[in-house]
């Protein structure tokens, strides 16, 4: 019987890993050379004051490349295209079916092959019946 070599699925899942955290912290730009504190991540990012981000400000957040504050021509553009292409029915909301496809379509090509399909399944929630 072979040895299995798993070492490209665990550079894949580490890959994965990395690359959610880094969409879900929002960008902070800072003169300083120390890493922002939580309260000026909040000030910068909590556009609506109520101390708390929500999905909203995390996606302007993330949108605003530039971070002058505002969404330029280019980022409203690439906004948009990125929106296009999770937002499956275009009824301009992102459900909770296309967040769960967006999530298991690992490699972003708009379809779900049997390696996706499986690891989709083996990672869902049990319901009991």
């Known amino acids: 019987m072979k040895k299995r070599d798993n070492s490209g699925r665990l550079i894949a899942r580490l890959m994965f890993a990395s690359a959610w955290v880094l ?21 910068q990012t909590d556009r609506n004051h109520d101390g708390r981000i929500d999905r909203a400000e995390r996606g302007f ?8 504050g505002a969404l330029d021509d ?28 967006n999530g298991a379509d690992r490699n972003h090509d708009g379809h779900l092959g049997p390696v996706e399909r499986h690891a989709a399944q083996r990672h869902r929630p049990h319901r009991p019946l």
């Not at 969409?23 to 000030?43: G, I, K, Y």
């Not at 957040?61 to 002058?68: E, G, K, Q, S």
């Open 23 to 43: 969409m879900m912290v929002p960008p902070v730009v800072h003169a300083e050379d120390s890493p922002p504190t939580r309260q000026q991540m909040l000030e």
């Open 61 to 68: 957040a993330r949108a605003d490349r530039n971070h002058d």
């Open 74 to 101: 280019a980022e409203k553009a690439a906004r948009k295209e990125h929106l296009s292409r999770i937002d499956k029915n275009n009824d301009g909301h992102i459900g909770p079916r296309e967040r769960a496809f």
